[in-house]
């Protein structure tokens, strides 16, 4: 139902269903591909691991994308970063809801025990205003009703943007730039999805994890909009 006239975001016709942001058409311009749920490497059709995963550092376990990093879902993710279109975390939440479900079908996913999402540095998210990857997580987690928190991963080290960096520098830079609470207690979880938007070398998921690998967690997922 749509009482109050929203338009799709991107062709701006009438939504039957006000708060989905796009219409169906307009979903359907998303750029869909098989992907690996290892390294997420494009594929000609799904599979858990692949060849390019042996060229690969990742950690994590199983990764969920909606697509690639281009064309609508690019400009999507773009505003809802860098505008400050914050109302966009229905739409992206609700993209990366189907995905999962996908993932379920396609990938043999099975739903994590803990949702939480990568934290931003309390400055960057006060001159944001919001950390995205929370908006994402709270809206999945509360259609997936599986609990969540971001009170127990922090980011205390203010890192220079990653765009532009090397693997290298990326891994150099996002060294002892997290840390777990001591209030997180890990025994209640055997399985734990990390939210973010847009996944690229892997270096501050892979810091994460080896956080919480060390803390007893023993299968980790890693839940994106996309990976460059």
Aim: aromatic letters at 12%; proline letters at 2%; glycine letters at 6%.
């Amino acid at each position: 139902m749509n009482i109050w006239g929203f338009r799709c975001l991107q062709c701006q016709r009438l939504l039957h269903i006000g708060h989905h942001g796009i219409c169906s058409r307009c979903y359907k311009s998303i750029v869909y591909t098989a992907y690996c749920s290892g390294c997420g490497h494009s594929l000609v059709e799904n599979s858990h691991f692949c060849g390019h995963c042996l060229t690969l550092d990742f950690s994590w376990d199983h990764l969920v994308v909606v697509g690639n990093y281009q064309s609508s879902l690019a400009q999507y993710i773009h505003q809802f970063k860098f505008r400050g279109k914050f109302w966009l975390d229905r739409t992206l939440a609700r993209l990366l809801l189907l995905a999962i479900w996908q993932a379920r079908r396609t990938h043999g996913l099975i739903l994590p025990d803990l949702i939480m999402p990568v934290p931003l540095h309390h400055w960057r998210q006060w001159w944001r205003g919001y950390n995205q990857a929370d908006l994402l997580g709270r809206l999945l987690a509360k259609h997936l009703q599986i609990p969540y928190s971001n009170r127990w991963l922090k980011r205390r080290k203010y890192t220079s943007s990653q765009r532009g960096l090397n693997a290298l520098a990326r891994q150099q830079n996002m060294k002892n730039a997290f840390q777990l609470m001591p209030s997180f207690q890990a025994e209640h979880y055997q399985s734990v999805a990390l939210v973010d938007d847009v996944i690229t070398t892997g270096a501050t998921l892979n810091a994460i994890i080896a956080l919480l690998r060390a803390a007893g967690i023993k299968h980790i997922q890693v839940w994106g909009l996309c990976k460059t």
